[in-house]
């Protein structure tokens, strides 16, 4: 992988087929990261949050345990981490992984340390995965389940940290310097775009919830948004950040 090529990546759903584009140049540890641990077979069960600037500054990612996990891996740190959450054990929080990356642990489905014959797959830390999408609510629920556990069943248990919820916006959580106009759209969940106009960087994209909605920006400057999608589609270019606790608005006709 040479430094300015990209690497794409197919994930397929019972959805279809999503087509991932990995940007080494941008950020050689994470696409190092996505791309050999899976290759190698690290399957331990774990949700982290991870920073490029800042630590959670960036997407969770939640890794499902192997149904047949043959060989014990823990998530066990020489130093306990940073920021944790109340009463969470010492392995979690904010970290540097191998590559240096910043990483925060939320869970790990960590194997049980007792002895064990090596053919009894309940203290390996197998298992399964499920993941459930609220899209009224745009909040994503990460279940992990041991191996033979029936989850209907009203004792079932899942891994210690598990379930657990974000919302859509976790997922890119850059720290919000200044905000655009507020926009009221006359049709609901309209797609949003945003655009720094003096770097053409693509900031991101994102369906509004309702009517409503005032964009975050992580620098001051000049953003272009696009409001719509298709042929039915509103471009508002040279719209200036404005410094957070300031009101504008802009009334947006599709």
Excluded at 119 to 133: Q, V
Aim: with cysteine; glycine share 8%.
């Amino acid at each position: 992988m040479t430094e300015n090529s990209n690497t794409k990546v197919t994930l397929k759903t019972t959805a279809g087929d999503m087509t991932l584009e990995l940007f080494a140049s941008k950020a050689p540890y994470h696409v190092a990261t996505f791309i050999l641990l899976p290759a190698y077979g690290f399957y331990l069960g774990t949700i982290f949050h991870h920073g490029i600037d800042e630590p959670r500054d960036r997407i969770v990612s939640f890794c499902v345990p192997s149904i047949a996990n043959l060989y014990l891996r823990w998530w066990d740190p020489l130093q306990p981490g940073a920021n944790r959450e109340p009463g969470a054990p010492e392995y979690t929080g904010d970290h540097l992984d191998g590559f240096g990356n910043k990483i925060t642990l939320y869970a790990a489905a960590n194997p049980d340390k007792r002895p064990t014959s090596g053919d009894k797959l309940t203290t390996r830390a197998a298992g399964f995965g499920i993941i459930r999408l609220n899209k009224r609510m745009r909040e994503i629920t990460m279940e992990c389940w041991p191996r033979n556990v029936k989850i209907s069943s009203p004792d079932a248990q899942q891994y210690p940290g598990w379930p657990r919820t974000i919302s859509q916006t976790d997922n890119y959580g850059r720290r919000t310097v200044a905000r655009l106009p507020t926009l009221q759209v006359n049709k609901p969940n309209a797609l949003l775009k945003v655009i720094n106009e003096k770097t053409s960087e693509w900031i991101y994209t994102i369906r509004i919830q309702g009517k409503t909605h005032q964009p975050n920006v992580f620098a001051m400057g000049i953003y272009t948004i696009e409001v719509g999608e298709g042929d039915n589609k509103i471009i508002l270019t040279g719209i200036k950040a404005k410094e957070l606790g300031t009101s504008e608005e802009i009334e947006v006709a599709l």
